[in-house]
């Protein structure tokens, strides 16, 4: 008997209790937009991310993704369905990794909240390890980094002007806007069981740069999870997912919050424990190798780059302090929300200790 072939793409699974869709709006919706769909779809869940919700929708002709916020109160202005899928309208003419919307509903009667329904692109989504199957040698490994980061510069290089996306963000000042918001976030979010953090935003203050390294089209949660590896030859990336933080901004802040994910192989066992990325393979860059290769191929001085790696830290921090804060008011079920509060604390932790490092 042949040996099966390894399933490598992405696959959903089971609907998580109390995050059920209703399969017949759905497909009303779709109807209704003019999407030609036959029946209601079989609906399951990604398992990848940690805020947003996505969807399979399999009907008997084609597969589509429906993106939706979380279930329950929501931060500000986060989780912004319309805004992420009118972000990947208007970029995906110049920059053709972004997946096609097929239809977007702001009529929170369907669901009961905003959502977005985009084509889906088959492929590889390495999360913590790499899928079963899959061998990634130290060659393939190194040029998937490049890969992965080549994309990047291509993004920080679409001449946004040009193309008329000035419309997605403030541009200049970008920096002094981030530390402040960021910082509002978290004290918005503090929980009695996880400690301040005024140290961390006082050194971000007092290291921030006096201007912004550039003002370009940055995604803002560049990580392997949110990249579709073509199935056949995984350092080719065929996709570039979840758009909700994209914006114009310091190309510079992208590369740090990417940088707040890459967990190395002589990191400390807590953060190795912590790890979402098959970032400690060995052919995998160090997080100084990514910063040298990213200068080099986007031609920015990143001599001076503690103050974006710490701040990518903190961000990471809040952004799990946000969530933790939701677990503990019972507005989210995720199960592996469970320990979130011990995260964020580890995570201001590091800041400091990248703070004593860049001393």
Known sequence: MAEATPVLTDRAGKVRPGEELDAARVAAFLRQQGVDVPGEPAITQFAG????????????????????PPFGQ?????????????????????????????????????LG???????????????????????????????????????????HQVD?????????????GYVARQLAGWSQRFAAAQTDDVPGCEDVIQWLQQHAPAQDAATTLIHNDWRFDNLVLDA??????????????????????????????WVQADDDPVFLSMRQQPTHLPGMLTRAEVVRHYGERMGLDVSNFAFYEVFGVFRLAVIVQQIWHRYRAGHTQNPKFAQFGQVAAYLLQRCRKLMRQAA
Not at 76 to 102: K, S
Not at 113 to 125: A, S
Not at 233 to 261: C, K, S
């Open 232 to 261: 056949q030859q995984p350092e080719r990336i065929v996709g570039v997912l979840d758009w909700e933080m994209a914006t114009l901004g310091d190309p510079l802040m992208d590369l740090g919050n990417a940088l707040a994910y």
């Open 74 to 110: 929501r931060a500000g202005t986060a989780h912004d369905m319309v805004r992420e899928a009118r972000v990947m309208q208007a970029l995906r003419p110049v920059y053709p990794h972004v997946p096609r919307i097929v239809a977007i509903c702001e009529d929170e009667s369907v």
């Open 49 to 68: 991310g940690a805020s947003n919700l996505t969807y399979l929708l399999q009907f008997a002709d084609r597969d589509l993704i429906l993106r939706r």
């Open 113 to 155: 909240c905003p959502f977005y329904v985009m084509e889906r692109l088959e492929g590889i989504i390495l999360r913590r390890d790499p899928p079963a199957g899959m061998t990634l040698s130290p060659e393939a490994a190194t040029a998937l980094c490049h890969a992965m980061l080549d994309r990047l510069v291509d993004l």
């Open 160 to 172: 946004w002007q040009a193309a008329g996306l000035g419309q997605l963000g403030k541009g200049a």
